[in-house]
């Protein structure tokens, strides 16, 4: 199924086609196959994990190293937003704590000063957390985004000899 979305092609060319040239934008960054989407989703799924600003920017600094599609990836990169943060910090600060074997902060203080004061251990339990997390999810959606994919066109082509037979 995911792959009829992104296949939908007609003859003429599109809009994106004549940006493309217009621009002189390498094709590869918004290639409609397999790998490209599989890797723009799980790249931008990746920094999307990570706790900074501007992330799109992270989804950026990977396209002269990967080839991908870059509109999916700075897509998926919008789940983080301002409504999932506090819980998505939560987890990779808990998570990270228990990589570190460290024991959560106690009395919690909504100030400026507790927060300057206890940084240091919440940053590098929150980052640890956060990579695991990007890393083991990364890993894990790459994966069965091409194992879908590939069972999708496994059964079109069954379908498709099948009905060949009928005939």
């Known amino acids: 199924m995911i792959r009829k979305i992104f296949k939908k092609q007609n003859n003429k060319p599109s809009k994106i086609d ?13 290639a409609k ?3 490209s ?7 931008g799924a990746f920094w999307a994990l ?22 999916i990836a700075i897509a998926v990169v919008w789940l ?27 009395n919690i203080e909504l100030s ?7 940084w240091d251990l919440i940053a590098t339990s929150m980052y640890t957390g956060a990579l695991f ?5 990364n890993f894990i959606m790459y994966h069965a985004l091409n194992w879908l994919w590939i069972r999708s066109v496994k059964k079109h082509q069954e379908r498709k000899s099948k009905k060949g037979n009928n005939l």
Request: net charge positive; proline share 10%; no cysteine.
């Open 18 to 30: 004549k940006l493309l040239d217009k621009y002189n934008l390498p094709r590869a960054y918004f």
């Open 33 to 35: 196959n397999r790998k």
């Open 37 to 43: 989407i599989t890797r723009g989703i799980s790249i």
């Open 50 to 71: 990570i706790p900074m600003p501007m992330q799109m920017a992270g989804v950026m600094a990977v396209t002269p190293f990967v080839k991908f599609n870059v509109p």
């Open 80 to 106: 983080s937003n301002p409504i999932t943060y506090p819980p998505m910090f939560y987890i990779e600060y808990v998570t990270g704590n228990w990589l570190l074997g460290r024991d959560s902060l106690a």
């Open 112 to 118: 400026m000063e507790w927060f300057k004061a206890n």
């Open 133 to 137: 997390y990007a890393t083991v999810v």
